[in-house]
């Protein structure tokens, strides 16, 4: 395959900035703008009359510039908006735009000139306006060209314009030499070319086009399908190959762990970990995955796994995907072993040079026997005396290659990884193929259930005077918000910010409300976590950054708002922030009318049930009958082209083609299969690895 660099520099007028905004959108590579498909198609109001515009138009306008207001530069005075005033026989409009330097405005924006405007129409204080148009030359514009727009997910400092000529850029570079899909599959599917579909993704005719159900989205699906089945298949191979490490010790450290807990072992915890420390013991490198349900108990569970490790003088790393989930799980080894002979440390992005340095000398002298970190750990100074257990918590929030570049730091390290997302049994072949799997059904005894309640948004002021009770006794609440500003991409106004509703809990609750998102720095997402664990506010309101791994025993209340718009699995997830100490705990779900049949239904089913496995199961089947919201509102893994609910029948085939293509060249090293090796170059997959380690 003949392509441009995968480096974004060499896209021509990619600037920095642009390269930053790309970052924030996660994408890093030539090939993931490829796959990051448009949102929408909008048809514009082509000509309409001012005095009919509605919030959100997407139109077309004749105008003529009556007057200009422009803004005095000054570093001691705010930026204030550079405004065109325009108008034509059918009324008034404000053209809007913020932080331009005049003169590039000014090269074209004269008082009495025709233009013609393009965007999407904001309607503020009874002021209608456009902020940021596109504008055209009356007398040179190609109207047929612009009937329609192509929208893709956005981050601030791009546009979507941008982001179609960067993508056309590199679709005209790209030239397949040979399919990796075989021409009879390309027929009986009815499939394009590689190159062919995603040229027709990104240019849309209607918004069939850009459906996950699409043609052209199926045989991407496939693609990337086949890429993953490829390097899960590769990894299963290394694993049955290559023998581990025997790890047998008499289980005292262990056994004294759990003899101090403050609670008692569920049969499914005990069951784990005999199975542990059972792949433990083998002389097979161990591969396991450690799925249980929020609450069940899971972080115990590894925690006896590697004081196992330690017990035979190895070393064990747990690695976490936030700064908020490994500062917890280092809570927690500080409040159940600090009385154990185990020395400990955490590594994360934040922590100092000395006391890195130190880590460092520890992890290489085998002075500290359990490391618990987030991505800092995947840093090649990172290097221990002998490690031989990794467990990642949240493993899709990882790369394959980042998980086995961990494993490789050891001497044939065992790996578990856990994961608190119940996952559908008909999607376990595509996401851990390669790798055991172990099941925690059941929650501690002492685990108190949540009551959940449906409620219309028009009642969000009788919760907000309701949680006074809450308070009084105590009791600390998180209050969840789909977007964390007004000035994210939001087509759905009717959405509350996180920003603003911690102003509107503020005037209420004066002092004691918190906010946590995912764009704050990660010490003051710390700093907010603690503030709220230790009580020093009360109400935090926060997007789905608390999703996973944030224990704060005395939560009683969780309130999510705009609940329609999440999937039940996330749902579930949230929930499980609370009903984590001894007092009765609540659940409310806040949902927007009108709401559609199959978004009551499933605010029903989690109402109904505390059972992650069974909501799992049940998200999967409503999500079929075509109400759909995006995989990474599901809890399941990020792909780049697959939607599990649109593309799951696809998953088998995928298997079998890849383990075929194995049967004969089990590391594709053959010339033919160099197709293959550019198959899982494009979906960011490194064979060298598997490759070095067979």
């Known amino acids: 395959m003949q392509f441009c660099s995968k480096d974004l520099k060499n896209i021509p ?6 390269e930053a905004a790309l970052k924030r959108l996660n994408i890093n590579s030539t090939f993931d703008l490829l796959f990051h498909f448009p949102k929408h198609v909008t048809s514009k109001r082509m000509y309409p009359a001012l005095y009919s515009l509605r919030q959100g138009d997407q139109v077309v306008l004749r105008l003529k510039i009556i007057d200009i207001s422009q803004p005095n530069i000054s570093p001691r005075t705010p930026r204030k908006p550079f405004t065109i005033f325009c108008s034509n026989e059918t009324g008034m409009i404000n053209l809007t735009y913020f932080g331009f330097y005049p003169q590039y405005l000014l090269n074209w924006a004269k008082i009495g000139s025709e233009i013609i405007a393009i965007g999407k129409i904001d309607i503020h204080n009874k002021l209608t306006q456009i902020a940021h148009p596109e504008i055209l030359n009356p007398l040179k514009a190609n109207i047929k060209m612009i009937d329609k727009e192509i929208i893709y997910p956005l981050t601030y400092g791009i546009v979507s314009n941008q982001l179609h000529k960067y993508i056309s850029f590199i ?28 040229k027709k993704i990104h240019n849309p005719k209607n918004k069939s086009d850009i459906s996950p159900y699409s043609l052209e989205r199926q045989r991407i699906a496939y693609d990337e399908l086949l890429a993953t089945q490829l390097m899960v298949n590769l990894l299963r191979q290394y694993k049955d190959k290559n023998q581990g490490r025997s790890i047998t010790t008499l289980g005292s450290l262990t056994n004294e762990f759990i003899k101090n807990l403050p609670f008692e072992l569920t049969n499914g915890q005990k069951d784990a970990i005999d199975e542990i420390i059972e792949d433990q013991a083998s002389n097979k490198q161990m591969s396991r995955l450690l799925q249980g349900d929020v609450g069940s108990g899971k972080t115990v569970v590894s925690i006896a796994a590697m004081l196992n490790t330690t017990q035979s003088g190895a070393q064990a790393v747990l690695m976490a995907p936030t700064d908020v989930l490994a500062n917890q799980h280092y809570q927690t080894l500080e409040k159940f072993c600090s009385n154990l002979p185990v020395k400990f440390a955490l590594l994360t992005g ?20 359990i490391l618990i970190g987030t991505h800092a750990v995947f840093q090649e100074k990172v290097s221990f005396n002998d490690l031989a257990l990794v467990v990642i918590d949240e493993q899709h929030r990882f790369g394959v290659e980042q998980r086995l570049s961990l494993v490789n730091k050891g001497n044939k390290a065992d790996l578990l990884i856990m994961s608190a997302t119940p996952i559908p049994r008909s999607l376990s072949l595509a996401l851990y193929g390669d790798m055991d799997i172990t099941r925690i059904s059941e929650k501690p005894k002492s685990r108190i259930g949540i009551k959940t309640s449906i409620l219309p948004q028009a009642k969000v002021s009788e919760v907000i005077l309701s949680l006074n009770n809450i308070l009084k006794d105590q009791g600390r609440i998180y209050w969840v918000c789909p977007l964390i500003s007004k000035d994210e991409d939001n087509t759905d106004l009717q959405k509350m910010p996180a920003e603003s509703r911690k102003e509107e809990l503020s005037k209420y609750y004066p002092g004691l409300v918190e906010i946590i998102h995912g764009q704050l720095e990660p010490h003051n997402k ?20 608390i999703e996973v791994g944030v224990d704060v025993p005395e939560a009683t209340v969780m309130i999510i708002e705009n609940a329609e ?3 039940l699995s996330q749902l579930h997830q949230l929930r499980g922030r609370v009903g984590r100490g001894n007092k009765a705990s609540h659940c409310i779900l806040l949902y927007q009318a009108p709401i559609s049949k199959t978004s009551w239904q499933r605010l029903k089913i989690i109402r109904e049930s505390e059972d992650g496995f069974i909501l799992a199961e049940e998200d999967l089947k409503l999500r079929g009958s075509g109400d759909l919201i995006g995989t990474k509102q599901s809890g399941l893994p990020d792909f780049k082209a697959v939607d599990f609910i649109a593309h799951h029948h696809l998953i088998i085939d995928a298997n079998k083609q890849a383990k075929n293509i194995l049967k004969d060249d089990p590391y594709l090293n053959s010339p033919k299969n160099q197709k293959y090796r550019d198959l899982l170059n494009v979906f960011g997959f490194n064979r060298s690895d598997l490759i070095n380690l067979a």
């Open 565 to 567: 718009s999440f999937g």
């Open 13 to 18: 007028y990619l600037g920095e900035k642009a």
């Open 526 to 545: 710390q700093k907010a976590l603690d503030n709220f664990i230790q009580g020093k506010h009360k109400i935090l309101v926060a997007t789905t950054v």
């Open 350 to 369: 934040k922590t100092k040079a000395k006391e890195r340095r130190e880590i460092m000398e520890g992890l290489q002298s085998g002075e500290i026997h």
């Open 171 to 198: 679709l005209d570079l790209l030239k397949i030499d040979e399919e990796w899909i075989a021409q009879e599959t390309l027929q009986k599917n009815n499939w394009l070319g590689f190159k062919e579909a995603l």
